[in-house]
């Protein structure tokens, strides 16, 4: 359960842009690392930083110095994202196909630029079971 409902509204998008702003210390390097625009970037930290009540970043001569907030919040973030992976890299439920499906996905511009291509290229090397 989460304490802040604010919390409720960030995202992995969030978290990821997170870590990397945390990492790079430049907005513009992690927009153009991610392919998103600097526009989402920034909105995402907004985000945090309303959910978190900390400016977790500010201006300075490198760049985007962490606050001590997001000194502190760093490797929980880096763990969350951990434990999230080891969830997909669980193993696989195997099941028998009996039948063909057409799925029709829909995906905002960030799922479209950070997961869906590597979805598609999952399922495409995906074989049905027999």
Same mark, same amino acid.
Do not use: W
């Given at each position: 359960?989460?304490?802040?409902?604010?919390?409720? =509204?960030?995202?992995?998008?969030?978290?990821? +842009?997170?870590? %990397? &702003?945390? @990492?790079?210390?430049?907005?513009? #390097?992690?927009? @153009?690392?991610?392919?998103?625009?600097?526009?989402?970037?920034?909105? *995402?930290?907004?985000?945090?930083?309303?959910?978190?009540?900390?400016?977790?970043?500010?201006? /300075?001569?490198?760049?985007?110095?962490?606050?001590?907030? #997001?000194?502190? +919040?760093?490797?929980? +973030?880096?763990?969350?994202? @951990? =434990?999230?992976n080891? *969830?997909? /890299?669980?193993?696989? /439920? %195997?099941?028998? &196909?009996t039948?063909?499906?057409?799925?029709h +996905?829909?995906?905002? @511009?960030?799922?479209?630029?950070?997961?869906?291509?590597?979805?598609?290229?999952?399922?495409?090397?995906?074989?049905?079971?027999?």
């Amino acid at each position: 359960m989460l304490d802040s409902n604010l919390l409720r =509204k960030l995202d992995m998008q969030d978290l990821i +842009i997170f870590v %990397h &702003v945390y @990492e790079r210390s430049s907005v513009t #390097a992690v927009s @153009e690392a991610l392919c998103v625009s600097q526009s989402t970037v920034s909105y *995402c930290l907004r985000k945090l930083r309303t959910g978190m009540e900390d400016d977790l970043f500010i201006p /300075s001569r490198g760049g985007m110095a962490p606050t001590t907030k #997001a000194d502190a +919040i760093y490797p929980n +973030i880096i763990q969350i994202l @951990e =434990k999230i992976n080891l *969830c997909y /890299s669980g193993e696989p /439920s %195997h099941r028998q &196909v009996t039948e063909a499906r057409l799925f029709h +996905i829909q995906a905002p @511009e960030y799922f479209e630029i950070l997961v869906l291509p590597r979805l598609l290229s999952s399922l495409i090397g995906m074989r049905p079971y027999r």
